[in-house]
């Protein structure tokens, strides 16, 4: 078995990306994981919600999109519905956030007192308190928070999140940049240099401040080099545009739109401001991820799998996403990229 990892990590050295039949790296831990709840794009399908991203950081969770099924998909998934922090839409179609009522009464009934925050473009008030009509009210209050047209900025579950626009045809439509930082490591060999005892180093490694040699030694002064953190990119419903492949340079993992797999449906992607799979490997073919994710996909697309080779021809590290796969990233020991695993 173990020779069965080597050689998968040596055909597979640029991009880690761990399937679930082989082991993981030893010496990592899970730090950021991610399911596609719904895959579905327009219209649910029986075996296909509609979108939404579940993130996952050490316990602490937040949404991407709640569109219809976004409940269901969270119940089989069994991450549980009160550490949801905040849910962010993308836009306001409704396939988006439909879904968002059943979730308010899901939490309610999960027993949630903390606030939920939900932001989106402008027009998130309006759109919310229409859903919220049939919601009986809540026993956790419930912030929301309209963002400019150029996006913004937001901190969630640990997150460092970029809300920036993409081209959906005028609709106000954002996608998201999540960035887990990482700690520097602890380098012993300041911390005796500085006079600092073994017993006080935990401390320090907790971001905690001691007294050593008649100074005050804080975790900045035994810390080495800066570590590179993790980066997924979710973005659905757009064209190819320029903030979508500023945004997505140098990430882990994209999640992207794959709306049409075949070029015939080209015209339909121009009309309705969506992408093929062939355009999103293009941007991930700039912007060299680790891994491209499609989802988001037309009803008239019933296997998105058999298209795959539109994408893998172009991006190679590309696959379909199902609703219900899981992902685990963890920070690498000396790659430039992040491990992924698929579930």
């Given at each position: 078995?173990?020779?069965?990892?080597?050689?998968?990590?040596?055909?597979?050295?640029?991009?880690?990306?761990?399937?679930?039949?082989?082991?993981?790296?030893?010496?990592?831990?899970?730090?950021?994981?991610?399911?596609t709840?719904?895959?579905g794009?327009?219209?649910p399908?029986?075996?296909?919600?509609?979108?939404?991203?579940y993130?996952?950081?050490?316990g602490?969770?937040m949404l991407?999109?709640?569109?219809?099924?976004t409940?269901?998909?969270?119940?089989?998934?069994?991450?549980?519905?009160?550490?949801?922090?905040?849910?962010?839409?993308?836009?306001?179609?409704?396939?988006h956030?439909?879904?968002l009522?059943?979730?308010?009464?899901s939490l309610?009934?999960?027993?949630?007192?903390?606030?939920?925050?939900?932001?989106g473009?402008r027009?998130?008030?309006?759109v919310?308190?229409?859903?919220?009509v049939?919601?009986?009210p809540?026993?956790y209050?419930?912030?929301l928070?309209?963002?400019?047209?150029?996006?913004g900025n937001?901190e969630?579950?640990?997150?460092?999140?970029r809300?920036?626009?993409?081209?959906?045809?005028?609709?106000?439509c954002?996608?998201?940049?999540?960035?887990?930082?990482?700690?520097?490591e602890?380098?012993?060999?300041?911390?005796?240099a500085?006079?600092?005892?073994v017993s006080?180093?935990?401390k320090?490694?907790?971001?905690g401040?001691?007294?050593a040699?008649?100074r005050?030694?804080?975790?900045?002064?035994?810390?080495?080099?800066?570590?590179?953190g993790?980066?997924?990119?979710?973005s659905?419903?757009?064209?190819?545009?320029?903030?979508?492949e500023?945004?997505?340079?140098?990430?882990?993992l994209?999640i992207?739109?794959?709306?049409y797999?075949?070029?015939d449906?080209m015209?339909?992607?121009?009309?309705?401001?969506?992408?093929?799979?062939?355009?999103?490997?293009?941007i991930?073919r700039?912007?060299?991820?680790?891994?491209?994710l499609?989802?988001?996909?037309?009803?008239?697309?019933?296997?998105?799998?058999?298209c795959?080779?539109?994408?893998?021809?172009i991006?190679?590290?590309?696959w379909t996403?199902k609703?219900g796969?899981?992902?685990t990233l963890r920070?690498?020991a000396?790659e430039?990229?992040?491990?992924?695993s698929?579930?």
């Amino acid at each position: 078995m173990r020779k069965r990892v080597r050689r998968l990590q040596e055909r597979e050295k640029e991009s880690m990306i761990i399937l679930r039949i082989y082991e993981l790296p030893e010496g990592g831990r899970d730090v950021l994981e991610c399911c596609t709840l719904g895959t579905g794009g327009t219209l649910p399908l029986p075996e296909r919600a509609l979108s939404s991203l579940y993130v996952r950081v050490n316990g602490r969770s937040m949404l991407i999109d709640c569109g219809e099924g976004t409940q269901v998909g969270i119940r089989k998934l069994g991450w549980g519905f009160r550490c949801i922090e905040d849910v962010l839409l993308t836009h306001f179609h409704g396939d988006h956030c439909t879904g968002l009522a059943g979730l308010l009464l899901s939490l309610e009934k999960a027993g949630k007192t903390e606030t939920l925050h939900i932001w989106g473009p402008r027009g998130l008030k309006r759109v919310v308190e229409g859903l919220c009509v049939i919601v009986p009210p809540l026993s956790y209050p419930v912030m929301l928070h309209e963002m400019p047209p150029e996006g913004g900025n937001i901190e969630s579950i640990g997150l460092q999140i970029r809300a920036f626009p993409v081209d959906h045809g005028g609709i106000p439509c954002y996608g998201y940049r999540m960035y887990l930082p990482r700690k520097n490591e602890f380098s012993p060999e300041k911390a005796r240099a500085l006079g600092v005892p073994v017993s006080e180093w935990k401390k320090l490694q907790e971001g905690g401040t001691v007294r050593a040699g008649g100074r005050e030694v804080r975790t900045e002064d035994v810390s080495g080099p800066a570590r590179k953190g993790i980066t997924v990119v979710f973005s659905t419903d757009t064209r190819p545009c320029e903030t979508l492949e500023k945004y997505t340079r140098d990430a882990d993992l994209l999640i992207l739109e794959g709306m049409y797999g075949e070029e015939d449906k080209m015209p339909q992607a121009l009309k309705n401001h969506h992408m093929l799979f062939r355009e999103a490997a293009e941007i991930a073919r700039k912007t060299q991820p680790g891994a491209l994710l499609l989802t988001h996909f037309s009803t008239s697309l019933e296997d998105p799998e058999s298209c795959l080779g539109n994408a893998r021809s172009i991006f190679e590290k590309t696959w379909t996403a199902k609703d219900g796969g899981a992902i685990t990233l963890r920070y690498p020991a000396e790659e430039e990229k992040a491990w992924i695993s698929l579930c």
